[in-house]
């Protein structure tokens, strides 16, 4: 090693001398990037996961209403005759639509 490469490391090391310097401030400017960077990351997925109480709640009855409109599907596909199926299948399409409207709703009164 140089004595040129002793001092550089000694003033590092001792937080010294122009090396010293140049490393602390480049250091310090890479955190401060990044803080920022991770504060702006963070305030961008808080504002996407806001929803209201009036928003949730529409959301559970609309996945409630979807699950009932799936199981009448699947009844339908269980039907023996074609006129229990058609009935089955009528009421699985209003619950859809039932589901639709109820989660436009809270969307709508959420606003």
């Known amino acids: 090693m140089t004595p040129q490469e002793r001092t550089l490391l000694r003033q590092l090391r001792d937080g010294d001398g122009p090396a010293a310097n ?9 955190k401060k990037i990044v803080l920022v960077a991770a504060a702006a990351g963070l305030l961008s997925l808080t504002a996407c996961g806001s929803n209201t109480p009036a928003e949730n709640a529409a959301d559970a009855q609309a996945d409630n209403l979807e699950m009932m409109a799936d199981n009448m599907e699947d009844m339908a596909d269980n039907a023996t005759t074609e006129a229990s199926e058609a009935a089955l299948e009528n009421q699985a399409d ?3 639509e039932a589901a639709d409207n ?4 809270g969307v709508a009164n959420a606003m």
């Not at 109820?102 to 709703?105: G, I, P, R």
């Open 22 to 30: 140049f490393g602390l401030l480049g250091s310090t400017r890479m």
């Open 94 to 96: 209003n619950l859809h």
């Open 102 to 105: 109820v989660e436009d709703a």
